[in-house]
């Protein structure tokens, strides 16, 4: 296998030669290592400095148990307040690029870092036996999170964060309902109610959090981030479950008027509250609270580190649109071209939607799940007659 050298963050790195190429990353591959990931790493860094930051905290101990080549695990220890980072991986050869990795680092870097060869889960239940806990965990798979989220919950402290990604978005968007029941416990799912990649956060934090609530703990989102081919997550660890419960349910879409509501958990009304018809469509159960963290999004943005990473100009943008996302706590996000479709009408330029928006007197934002998405607390009708209006 041929490796070639390459730069990230503050580092340079060994990688499989293969692994720069524009093919997507493949389980066949001889060591797992995705070059797109790049923006993935980058946001991973600036996480864990503002939780290290907003926490006070300058000595963390992280765990990355499918560490592949040890980029990231390497950048966690150069780039962030760490003390130790113990990462795994169940493949030989990439644990053996992985020391490589590691001694390339300064001594007083390196040293930092312990590595295993081992499968996921027994990694984790071995450092569990050992009353072995993490400030931050990070669990980056091909595919879902889920068979390692329970693993991950018994080692992180009170209060920890934890972080998952998920590229299986073939089942998150609803493509497979039989796999996103199966992974995700989400039984409903219709497109038509918001952006989708929304939606598949959502659906995505569900599932986590399912986890979490069969072991009594809470994990409740700060930044939730979608870009290309997968979703990822950040979580903090609380106590008990009402703190998830109390904000999971369904979103329906009435059939008659095409309203959107939101009911909890245990709710057994369910008709609109316009019209009064109870036959709408539903998504759920969902997580519907806040997925974005302003103090978290905002430490990030301002981190003068950001200016050293490789994706600084992409995050900037991303972390703005977010940033927007936390002032509408509404879980849904309409997409502009589908409304623009429906009714018979040129897709206009979101700039001015917004400034209809504005002088109608509602609050509206864009989002980063898409460019052409729009959060608001209007109505699809309202949105629907200004799109009509906007006609040449």
């Known amino acids: 296998m041929k490796l070639i050298e390459i730069q990230e963050g503050l580092g ?6 293969s692994s720069i190429e524009e093919h997507i990353p493949r389980r066949s591959d001889e060591v797992f290592f995705n070059f797109h990931q790049e923006i993935n790493r980058d946001l991973s860094v600036l996480a864990l ?36 980072i113990y990462c795994n991986d169940i493949n030989s050869n990439a644990v053996d690029i992985a020391q490589k990795n590691v001694n390339r680092l300064p001594k007083a870097i390196a040293k930092k870092i312990l590595l295993y060869n081992m499968e996921c889960n027994l990694f984790l239940q071995t450092l569990n036996v050992k009353d072995i806990v993490f400030d931050f965990i990070d669990i980056d798979p091909f595919g879902t999170p889920i068979p390692f989220v329970h693993n991950s919950i018994h080692l992180i402290r009170l ?3 934890l972080a998952f990604t998920a590229t299986d978005l073939a089942s998150l968007v609803g493509l497979y309902p039989r796999a996103l029941y199966a992974k995700y416990g989400v039984s409903q799912l219709e497109t038509r109610i918001g952006n989708i990649h929304e939606i598949a956060s959502r659906a995505l934090i569900t599932g986590i959090q399912h986890v979490g609530l069969t072991l009594g703990q809470s994990l409740l989102p700060i930044v939730t981030f979608y870009h290309r081919h997968f979703v990822r997550c950040f979580f903090i660890r609380n106590r008990g479950v009402d703190g998830v419960i109390n904000r999971t349910g369904f979103i329906y879409l009435c059939k008659k008027c095409n309203t959107r509501f939101t009911n909890n958990l245990g709710e057994k009304e369910n008709s609109c509250s316009i019209c009064g018809a109870s036959n709408g469509m539903v998504v759920g159960p969902l997580y519907l609270g806040k997925i974005q963290q302003s103090a978290y999004l905002s430490s990030m943005f301002d981190d003068e580190h950001l200016e050293k990473m490789g994706t600084e100009k992409r995050l900037k943008k991303c972390f703005s649109l977010m940033i927007e996302e936390t002032l509408l706590d509404i879980p849904w996000s309409f997409d502009i071209p ?13 700039t001015q939607v917004t400034k209809i928006l504005k002088e109608m007197g509602y609050k509206s934002c864009n989002t980063h799940y898409s460019g052409t998405s729009l959060k608001t607390n209007a109505t699809e009708t309202e949105l629907c007659s200004i799109i009509s209006s906007l006609k040449p």
């Open 159 to 161: 209060h920890g964060l």
């Open 338 to 350: 589908r409304l623009a479709k429906k009714v018979r009408a040129p897709v206009p330029p979101l």
């Open 49 to 84: 400095r503002a939780y290290g930051n907003i926490n006070s905290k300058s000595e963390l101990r992280v765990c990355e148990p499918l560490c592949g080549s040890g980029i990231r695990s390497a950048r966690y220890a150069l780039e962030a307040p760490t003390s130790s």
């Open 12 to 17: 340079t790195f060994l990688v499989p030669e």
